[in-house]
C-alpha cells in the first residue's frame, strides 16, 4: 500500500502541475482574445463613423450634382435665346447696313487671320517680312475703325440695340450660371474626394477589424480547448484527492490497529508479570492503563 499511495501522489502532484499550466493558458489566451476583441470593436466603431461620414460627404455630392443639372439646364436656356438672338441681330444687321460703302468685316478679319498664320508658320525674308507686318498692322486698324463705325451706326437704330442689350444680357446670365456650375462642380468634386477617401480607409480599417476578429476567434478557441483540459484536469485531481484521502485514512486506522494490537500484546505480557509478582515501572503502568487492564 505505501509505494501505490507514493506512485498516486506523484501522479496527484503531476495532474495538478498539468492544471495549473492549464488554467494559465486559458487566462492568458483569454486575456489575449479580451483584447483582440476590444481592439476588433474599436476599429469597427471607427469603420461606422467613417461610413456615415463618407456617406454625409457623398449624400451633399449628390446633391450638388443635381442643383448642377438644374443650373444646367437654365444655362442651356439662356444660351439658346443667346443664339436665337444673335440669329436675329444678323438678321437685323443685314437689313439695316449702317454703311453701304463699308467692307465686309468678318471678310477683312478672316483675312486678318490668314496673314497672321503665315507670318508665325513660314520662312520670310527680312523684308517680306516687314511688309507683312505692315500690312497686318493696317488690316487690324481698318478693323478697329470700321467696327467702330458699324458700332456707332447701330446704336442710332433702336431695334438693334435692343436686340444687342437683349443678347448681352442673355450672354451675362448664361455666364453667371456658368461660373455658378464651375463653383458647384468644384464643390461636387471635393465631397466626392473626401468620400473616395475615406471608403478607401474603411477598407484599410476593416481588413485591420477582419484580422483583429481572426485573432480574436483564434485566442478564444485555444482558451476554449484549455479551459476543457483545465476542467478535465480538475476532476481527476478532486479524484485523485478523494483516493489519496481514503488510502491515507485507512492506513492510519491500519496503524492504529496495529498499535492497539502491540500495545494488547505487550500489556498482556507486563500483566503477567505482575501476576507473578514483579515490579512494575511507571511505563508498565500506563501501558496497562492504555490497554483496559487497570
Known amino acids: 500500500m505505501p509505494e ?13 502541475r ?25 476599429l469597427n466603431k471607427q469603420v461606422k463613423e467613417m461610413v456615415a461620414e463618407a456617406k454625409e460627404h457623398k449624400k ?11 443650373l444646367k439646364e437654365k444655362r442651356r436656356e439662356w444660351n439658346e435665346k443667346a443664339k436665337e438672338l444673335s440669329i436675329k441681330l444678323r438678321e437685323a444687321r443685314s437689313k439695316f447696313m449702317p454703311r453701304k460703302d463699308l467692307p465686309n468685316v468678318g471678310k477683312l478679319k478672316k483675312k486678318l487671320r490668314e496673314l497672321e498664320f503665315k507670318q508665325q508658320t513660314m520662312v520670310l525674308t527680312p523684308e517680306k517680312e516687314r511688309e ?9 486698324k481698318k478693323i478697329i475703325e470700321y467696327e467702330k463705325i458699324i458700332e456707332e451706326e447701330t446704336k442710332k437704330n ?18 453667371k450660371y456658368h ?9 461636387a468634386q471635393e465631397h466626392h474626394n473626401k468620400m473616395v477617401e475615406l471608403f478607401e ?22 482558451a476554449d480547448e484549455e479551459h476543457e483540459q483545465f476542467i478535465a484536469a480538475a476532476r481527476d485531481v478532486r479524484d485523485f484527492e478523494k483516493i489519496i484521502a481514503g488510502l491515507r485514512q485507512k492506513r ?43
Open 252 to 294: 492510519m486506522a491500519s496503524k492504529k490497529k496495529q498499535e492497539k494490537s502491540e500495545i494488547k500484546k505487550k500489556a498482556e505480557e507486563i500483566y503477567e508479570r505482575f501476576k507473578r509478582g514483579e515490579p512494575l515501572t511507571t511505563e508498565d503502568i500506563l501501558i496497562l492503563q492504555k490497554a483496559g487492564l487497570l
Open 60 to 70: 451633399k455630392r449628390d446633391e450638388l450634382n443635381e442643383k448642377v443639372k438644374e
Open 158 to 175: 433702336k431695334e438693334l440695340n435692343e436686340l444687342q442689350k437683349q443678347l448681352k444680357e442673355a450672354r451675362e446670365n448664361a455666364e
Open 132 to 140: 507683312l507686318v505692315e500690312l497686318i498692322d493696317s488690316l487690324y
Open 4 to 16: 501505490l499511495l507514493e506512485e498516486l501522489e506523484a501522479r496527484y502532484e503531476k495532474r495538478k
Open 18 to 42: 498539468e492544471m495549473e499550466l492549464h488554467r494559465m493558458l486559458r487566462d492568458k489566451h483569454n486575456k489575449e482574445a479580451r483584447e483582440w476583441a476590444d481592439k476588433r470593436d474599436e
Open 179 to 187: 461660373q455658378e456650375i464651375e463653383k458647384l462642380v468644384a464643390e
Open 201 to 222: 480607409k474603411v477598407d484599410e480599417i476593416r481588413k485591420e477589424a477582419d484580422e483583429a476578429h481572426r485573432l480574436y476567434l483564434e485566442n478564444k478557441k485555444i
